[in-house]
């Protein structure tokens, strides 16, 4: 059975940091892409930062230069350091994966293809 189970999450000021990390059993992490997706009250889902097999990362634009991706393929975990924090960070966080990836610098646009997903982590940043 497949679990995906983050932690780390809280509540900070603006400019703080937090560092989110995601646990993964049940398939073969190594072998997936994994990302971090976010979600506020009354919007939608948006992806935060992905990683691939190699190590290639993405980011979207409101994160890149604040959030770092990274995993520990020996852990079977995944992080998500995040550094000047904002207000509208705040959000709910999910990690997410898609297993037996062949391309090892290959990871998909948007969430469709994402097919495990943790329960999320919460973060709050006010001003």
């Known amino acids: 059975q497949v679990h995906l189970v983050e932690s780390g999450g809280g509540s900070v000021q603006a400019g703080g940091s937090l560092r989110l990390s995601c646990v993964a059993s049940?398939?073969?992490?190594?072998?997936?892409?994994m990302g971090w997706f976010r979600q506020a009250p009354g919007k939608e889902r948006e992806g935060v930062a992905a990683?691939?097999?190699?190590?290639?990362?993405i980011y979207s634009e409101s994160v890149k230069g604040r959030f770092t991706i990274s995993r520990d393929n020996a852990k079977n975990t995944l992080y998500l350091q995040m550094n000047s924090l904002k207000p509208e960070d705040t959000a709910m966080y999910y990690c997410?994966?898609?297993?037996?990836?062949?391309?090892?610098?290959?990871?998909?646009?948007?969430?469709?293809?994402?097919?495990?997903w943790g329960q999320g982590t919460q973060v709050t940043v006010s001003s």
């Open positions: 997410a994966a898609v297993p037996g990836v062949v391309v090892a610098g290959w990871c998909p646009k948007g969430d469709s293809m994402y097919s495990y």
């Open positions: 049940g398939y073969t992490f190594r072998s997936s892409c």
């Open positions: 990683i691939a097999r190699d190590g290639t990362t």
